[in-house]
């Protein structure tokens, strides 16, 4: 008897030690994400280890979304959806048009993050857009929604971006081909893709100024503190980054000027 009971024991223990090393194991990204499904018949505790890797994105496409306004790519670029890619991976965010987007879908309470790009020819079908939705979109971020709401803006002018009064600025000066990152610690930064720098450059890199109340500045046109390229304000429960960005293809240094901004979208 005693012989049969050391036997169970001694079992018992391996098949705990072997479960402890999965869920060990399971809290590292070298560890394969197939290799744990089979073992352990889910993905959920591996997921939930490593929120900020995009690589292990498990977001529903729905939860993402990109719009751009459907006269063309901004400045015949196809960056901004190599980017998003880039981000959250290829399948995992939802791709719509300022013209045929159901604007409460998008800022449905289940969607966690939203890109605005009016660059280029999609300038007045966003601002159009968002002069149409503003209490809806601002409600949106106020319960904790994340919002890029960007614009190389080509035309001169002063264009409403809401959230207590903030303002796109386009003038002769206002186009910057030289930017510095003010923060060289923050987060798009420090990563999660590497290298990056705080000083870029680019043709345009960024078209306007970003004026507003309670603004914290990313990036501002180098040598003239006064003209804010990308900034970001807290509002309610969520953040909104209001940007005057032209697409990663016209910014250098490369790769860096491109993780900077897949880092700013995470």
Do not use: C
Not at 30 to 45: D, H, P
């Amino acid at each position: 008897m005693k012989s049969k009971i050391t036997f169970y024991v001694g079992l018992l223990t391996v098949l705990l030690a072997g479960t402890i090393t999965v869920q060990a194991q399971a809290t590292t990204t070298s560890f394969n994400i197939l290799e744990y499904e089979f073992m352990t018949g889910s993905t959920e505790a591996f997921s939930a280890s490593i929120p900020e890797n995009p690589q292990y994105n498990m977001a529903a496409a729905g939860d993402t979304y990109y719009l751009r306004g459907n006269t063309g790519l901004p400045f015949g670029a196809a960056t901004n959806t190599d980017n998003m890619n880039a981000a959250f991976g290829v399948g995992n965010w939802t791709f719509d048009t300022f013209q045929a987007a159901d604007p409460n879908v998008v800022f449905d309470s289940a969607s966690r993050f939203v890109y605005l790009d009016g660059s280029g020819p999609n300038e007045p079908a966003m601002f159009t857009f968002f002069s149409t939705n503003q209490t809806l979109i601002e409600n949106w971020v106020s319960n904790g929604g994340i919002l890029l709401f960007n614009s190389a803006a080509n035309n001169s002018g002063t264009f409403s971006m809401g959230f207590g009064g903030t303002t796109l600025i386009r003038t002769g000066s206002s186009p910057s081909n030289s930017v510095t990152v003010l923060n060289p610690a923050y987060p798009a930064i420090v990563g999660p893709n590497l290298p990056t720098t705080v000083s870029m450059t680019g043709g345009s890199w960024a078209h306007s100024d970003i004026d507003g109340v309670g603004l914290t500045d990313i990036v501002i046109k180098t040598g003239d503190p006064t003209i804010s390229h990308l900034a970001q304000k807290d509002f309610g429960s969520g953040v909104v980054v209001f940007g005057s960005m032209t697409p990663t293809q016209f910014h250098d240094p490369d790769p860096q000027a491109e993780n900077f901004k897949v880092n700013l979208l995470i």
